[in-house]
């Protein structure tokens, strides 16, 4: 079945620079893919969905980027903020249902 | 907005005990889940459903049974509870034909001693 690897797992920034976290998938079939917030004591939060036929897809401050070719999924934080210091999560699909996510990647952004 | 209210918030228990969480969704979403999470894991589904009486076996099913009574709840259950369970448990639900776009409640801490 689908794996996915999401790295780093702690990411520390200074509020103002970038941020990158890559997510790297196994199963070619999967076509759904999605990143998700998780705020202290909340659940989690959708934030961008990208399927396979959309390589670049830009939100509030972030960029996130699907290489089909080395299965690879990044979510990039043009200006981090401290409101954007949370738990974040990617997931892939190819049943549309039943979601696989990486293990998180835990962001800090520090004045 | 849809709604996910899960409970209890916070369960401690001893090995062995019978523990059951509950999640009520009230947005007539035709698909629940079950989710733990743990650090290094993140997210693994447990048990899923459909709708009313339909379950699905998720990724991680052993030691847990679940039952969806109406579109509006469905129940974890931990019947034997062990140490291994230790988790902050996650419901979810969403809506045919929004592939992925899930919709969380707040979490269950459940600690087994």
């Known amino acids: 079945g689908e794996q996915v690897e999401q790295r780093p797992p702690h990411l520390s920034v200074r509020e103002g620079d970038s941020a990158v976290i890559i997510c790297t998938y196994t199963d070619p079939n999967s076509y759904y893919f999605f990143w998700y917030k998780q705020e202290p004591g909340a659940g989690l939060q959708l934030l961008m969905k990208v399927f396979s036929s959309t390589e670049i897809n830009e939100g509030q401050g972030f960029t996130v980027l699907l290489n089909k070719k080395d299965k690879q999924l990044s979510l990039n934080l043009t200006a981090a903020h401290p409101g954007d210091s949370a738990v974040y999560f990617c997931a892939a699909t190819s049943s549309g249902q039943k979601l696989v996510f990486g293990q998180g990647t835990i962001l800090k952004v520090y004045l | 907005e849809a709604a996910v209210t899960q409970s209890p918030r916070n369960k401690v228990t001893v090995t062995g005990g019978n523990v059951t969480l509950s999640c009520r969704q009230t947005n007539s979403h035709n698909y629940m889940y079950w989710y733990r999470q743990d650090t290094g894991h993140g997210l693994r589904l447990i048990h899923y459903?459909?709708?009313?009486?339909?379950?699905q076996i998720g990724d991680v099913p052993d030691g847990y049974k679940a039952t969806r009574t109406t579109q509006e709840d469905f129940f974890l259950l931990l019947e034997l509870a062990s140490p291994s369970q230790t988790s902050l448990y996650f419901c979810?639900?969403?809506?045919?034909?929004?592939?992925?776009?899930?919709?969380f409640g707040e979490g269950s801490k459940l600690t087994v001693l």
């Open positions: 979810a639900s969403s809506v045919w034909g929004t592939p992925g776009q899930l919709y």
């Open positions: 459903s459909y709708g009313a009486g339909n379950l």
